[in-house]
């Protein structure tokens, strides 16, 4: 089936390092990955879209790349903070998909 | 502007109770969606709409009915809870879908079945 993965293992680091997080996706090829965090007790917020004939999108201190030779995205936050503490979730909103990766929680700690 | 907001924010029921979860959106927008996340399963799509009138079954739409009689609103129903329908729920609302449609989403709605 079509599968988009996180790795559910939480991510420590410590403040002003790069956090890296992974999505991989198996047995289809998404057009396009969305990327959302969320913090506890609340909903999703959305945070960056890459499509699948672009390599990397820049938001800030935010990077995605999308890898379709490795069917993976690559989520980083540089000089990360710790109120960039939160699960950040990968997600194929396209039409009539609509299928969401279990999220990774980052801790960043000072 | 609210966004989307959700109401009850936390419900108990007993098995084979039924309730309503409401959903409401003030962007105009014509896709909403109704998402359950438990742990470890991450979200996933009950029903969804498509425009006012409209509705189309997800991944998960068993022991759940959902109407859009206003654009604005969305509702998720549960005829007769069960234990493992004990989750979090969320709405959420988009322009439409497609790669330019972010999908914004409500505070949620923590349901426990007992």
């Known amino acids: 089936s079509q599968k988009i993965e996180q790795n559910s293992e939480a991510l420590n680091i410590q403040e002003g390092k790069t956090a890296t997080l992974t999505c991989n996706y198996t047995?289809?090829?998404?057009?396009?990955l969305q990327w959302y965090r969320q913090d506890p007790g609340r909903g999703p917020v959305f945070l960056l879209l890459i499509r699948e004939n672009e390599k990397e999108k820049r938001k800030e201190r935010l990077k995605v790349t999308f890898d379709t030779t490795l069917k993976q995205s690559l989520f980083h936050i540089t000089a990360s903070q710790p109120a960039d503490s939160a699960t950040y979730l990968c997600?194929?909103?396209?039409?009539?998909?609509?299928?969401f990766g279990t999220g990774t929680r980052l801790l960043v700690s000072p | 502007n609210a966004g989307v907001t959700q109401t009850p924010k936390f419900r108990v029921l007993k098995t084979g109770q039924s309730m309503t979860l409401l959903c409401a959106q003030d962007?105009?927008?014509?896709?909403m969606y109704w998402y359950r996340q438990d742990p470890g399963m991450g979200l996933r799509l009950i029903h969804y709409?498509?425009?006012?009138?409209t509705t189309a079954k997800g991944e998960v739409p068993d022991g759940y009915n959902v109407s859009r009689l206003k654009k604005q609103n969305f509702l998720l129903g549960l005829e007769s809870a069960a234990p493992s329908q004990t989750s979090v729920y969320f709405c959420?609302?988009?322009w439409g879908q497609g790669n330019q449609e972010t999908q914004y989403f409500g505070p949620g709605t923590r349901l426990l079945v007992l």
């Open positions: 709409s498509v425009g006012e009138g």
């Open positions: 959420a609302s988009s």
């Open positions: 047995n289809y090829s998404p057009a396009y």
């Open positions: 997600g194929d909103t396209g039409f009539q998909k609509l299928v």
């Open positions: 962007m105009n927008h014509e896709y």
